[in-house]
């Protein structure tokens, strides 16, 4: 484990706990060691925090490119194991450098619906993820966050953020835009069963 990771671990996960009654459910859904996505949800800019305090191990992600620009902004992003990545085009270098990640087995955490959406739903889910996983032959658990929208209303109402984690879903073996768009909607299916399952609760 990386020492920012640790150290953010060490003084954010008391915080949230007592302060939003952070929960992580399911992380034993996570596997232990080798290359592993987690595919989730997409509501807010803490969602990656708040995955990787659900974590025991490091957790890579994705950030728009735009946040690296800022010297300063960029040590800090790259402190915490963020990727840069161009939105709205096919962004080689960034594949590459997930590619790569995956090989040397650590856990790389994706929005299958890029951006973000308060209902905590996954509409219209994007074929990358599908294809990362099928290309890298990584599991992918999939992930659903929930009280996230907004930190200041969750605090005031007392709403529970909460991070649960799915059993992992192994990739299709194929390596046509469909097959890698129907791998990416079962992903996204799947974390739409998981917030079912918590606002069920």
């Known amino acids: ?23 992580a459910n399911g992380t034993d859904a996570i596997p232990a060691s080798g290359p592993v996505i987690i595919a989730s949800n997409h509501i807010s800019n803490w969602d990656p925090i708040l995955v990787s305090l659900g974590c025991r191990r490091d957790v890579y992600f994705m950030a728009k490119e735009e946040l690296f620009r800022n010297p300063l902004a960029a040590a800090f992003f790259g402190a915490v194991n963020a990727v840069p990545i161009r939105r709205g085009v096919l962004d080689r270098r960034a594949l590459r450098a997930a590619s790569e ?3 040397d087995g650590n856990i790389l955490l994706m929005f299958p619906g890029g951006t973000r959406d308060k209902s905590g739903e996954v509409r219209d889910p994007k074929s990358g993820v599908g294809f990362i996983a099928c290309m890298n032959e ?3 658990v999939p992930a659903c966050i929930t009280g996230a ?11 529970k953020l909460e991070v649960t984690f799915g059993s992992p879903i192994t990739p299709s073996k194929t390596n046509s835009i469909d097959g890698y ?8 299916d799947e974390i739409g069963r998981l917030k079912l399952e918590v606002d069920g609760r």
């Open 1 to 23: 484990m990386s020492r920012p990771f640790r150290v953010s671990r060490f003084f954010l996960r008391p915080l949230v706990s007592v302060v939003w009654g952070f929960r």
């Open 101 to 103: 990640l995956l090989r």
């Open 138 to 140: 990584a599991p992918v």
């Open 149 to 159: 929208a907004s930190l200041a209303r969750s605090f005031i109402n007392g709403t």
């Open 181 to 188: 768009r129907t791998f990416s909607q079962r992903i996204a």
